[in-house]
């Protein structure tokens, strides 16, 4: 019977004699130049006997002994392998399951060590195993050559860092098919080498990796164009339970010979990390939201409760007073007294709500503020000093809202206050080419008119700075006539829905600053020219 044989080798001249040798003893051979082109023959052909080198380009001979010894259908294809390296590695190549050794010397020389294999392989068919214990045939009077020894050396070195690195590394032919993969490459696709190498790497990703992959091979890889493909962070590529990020990178030598390696990054945990951290920081505004609502919720119904049980209380010794005759005009002032509050706080419930409507004008803070400092100090007792330029930037402002805000800021001031209630304003211009970042709280880049007010009261310690801005929370003593909050919740939500902000600075002892930042329009006040 005709044994049909396939012979890989790299070398012509090694090649081409091993095959007439064969031919000569009758076989039908067939050859491939590397282990990659031997992979794609093995798929029409069967043969008996493969003769292969060990070291070659793309796929060498070690990774194509394990492929067919992994595989059901050539597992019992007789092995020799014909290398120069045996002698310096012997004890790496006998660990190979092969059947017969042949370390390469004189061509001349060659014909007794492969027709020795061919009866080792009669022998085998015979009796079912090849008799005595595997070695390396040496042909023609070879030594152990030290460059040799030393080359493989380093080649071990490199392969050892390899698999110990925590990236995938992935050799690629010119046309895309894998030559050879690291353990954590193997680790991340969860495939075994001998099932590996061959393929085509796009057939490893799911779509739309794989259509991109494939273009990039078709129009890059094939062209030799040296361009890198990669796959970034901001759109990983998610192969079963891993997320990854890929490169692709091109390596061409002078005589234009193209590698190609691809980079496989694991980024699972830190993205899982990431998104449990958005989740839980997702989870951690809403219960902030929640909490503010309940606690305003709370004190609405509080102070709610308190005002109406001022006003049906009043009405009803009214009513009482009136049917015996007597003066009720007292009970029904207070009565309405608390009803104005009322309707005062469902105004500072309306200001802080989203659909709040602001009437806007264009108006001159230098102006209007003065008029609210006097307006509010006629009635309170204490006093301010004012600073600003002569010329201030217009802005565009609901004038109701900006007094309602401002008089907040001063009876705020005027509760920490104490005995000395004095109050330092200070309006400027102000351009921030750049965010600014200021007691917690950020303010755009832009054009302001910015409006200081500081006092001199008892300040406050870091832990109640952090809540001044919660709807609802407040440090007033409280009753149904005060401690009403929301007055600094209502100036931060004027300043935002005027595009604004409001930044609040105080420490125990120190008193407190409010500044308050208003868009700034490009006409000036005050006779300046348009």
């Keep these: 019977m005709q044994k049909k044989i396939l012979v890989v080798e790299n070398n012509p001249v090694v090649q081409r004699t091993v095959t007439v040798i064969l031919e000569q003893e009758g076989a039908l051979v ?6 990659l082109e031997a992979l794609e023959l093995l798929k029409t052909y069967r043969p008996d006997i493969i003769f292969t080198d060990l070291v070659m380009p793309l796929v060498d001979g070690a990774q194509l002994c394990k492929i067919v010894r992994s595989s059901r259908e050539y597992g019992p294809v007789f092995l020799v392998v014909l290398s ?64 040799t020894g030393e080359l493989l050396s380093q080649n071990r070195h490199l392969v050892a860092l390899l698999a110990i690195l ?4 992935i050799e690629l032919s010119s046309d895309g098919r894998i030559v050879s993969a690291n353990p954590a490459a193997l680790e991340i696709f969860d495939i075994q080498e001998e099932e590996l190498l061959g393929v085509g790497i796009q057939t490893l990703f799911p779509e739309p990796e794989k259509g991109l992959i494939n273009t990039w091979i078709r129009e890059e890889l094939s062209q030799g164009t040296g361009r890198a493909l990669n796959i970034k962070e901001d759109e990983p590529v998610r192969i079963k339970d891993r997320i990854l990020t890929v490169a692709f990178l091109q390596m061409i030598e002078e005589k234009r010979q193209v590698h190609v390696v691809c980079i496989l990054r694991d980024i699972t945990r830190r993205v899982l990390a990431e998104l449990e951290k958005d989740e839980l920081d997702k989870a951690l505004r809403l219960t902030k939201k929640m909490d503010a609502l309940s606690s305003m919720a709370g004190g609405v119904a509080h102070d709610f409760n308190n005002l109406l049980t001022v006003i049906c209380g009043n009405l009803d010794m009214a009513l009482f007073k009136a049917r015996q005759g007597q003066d009720n005009l007292e009970l029904l002032k207070q009565a309405k007294k608390a009803g104005v509050v009322a309707v005062d706080l469902i105004h500072k419930i309306s200001t802080v709500s989203k659909v709040s409507v602001a009437r806007r004008e264009t108006c001159d803070l230098g102006q209007q503020t003065p008029s609210v400092l006097d307006g509010f100090f006629q009635t309170h007792l204490g006093s301010y000093q004012i600073t600003s330029p002569e010329h201030l930037s217009l802005v565009k402002i609901d004038i109701d809202q900006f007094k309602e805000i401002l008089t907040n800021i001063l009876q705020n001031a005027e509760e920490a206050a104490g005995d000395l209630f004095q109050v330092d304003v200070e309006i400027e211009n102000v351009s921030l080419p750049d965010p600014l970042l200021l007691s917690g709280q950020r303010v755009a880049a832009g054009e302001y008119v910015r409006i200081a007010i500081r006092d001199h009261g008892r300040g406050m310690d870091e832990e109640n700075l952090t809540r001044v801005f919660d709807p609802y929370y407040t440090t007033k003593q409280r009753g149904p006539m005060k401690g009403l909050g929301l007055g600094l919740t209502v100036v931060y939500a004027v300043l935002r829905n005027h595009g604004g902000q409001v930044v609040f600075e105080s420490a125990p002892g ?15 006040a005050r006779g300046l020219s348009l």
């Design 166 to 169: 925590r990236e995938g590394i």
């Design 510 to 524: 120190e008193g407190a600053r409010v500044s308050m930042f208003f868009q700034a329009m490009h006409e000036r």
């Design 84 to 147: 120069a390296i045996l002698l310096e590695d012997q004890e790496r190549a006998l660990r190979l399951d092969c059947d017969f050794f042949i370390a390469k010397g004189e061509i001349g020389a060659v014909r007794g060590a492969v027709c020795e294999a061919l009866a080792h392989y009669d022998l085998r068919r015979q009796h079912g195993q090849v008799p005595g214990k595997q070695k390396i045939h040496v042909v023609g009077g070879l030594a152990p050559q030290e460059v």
């Design 30 to 35: 067939k050859t491939a130049d590397n282990g």
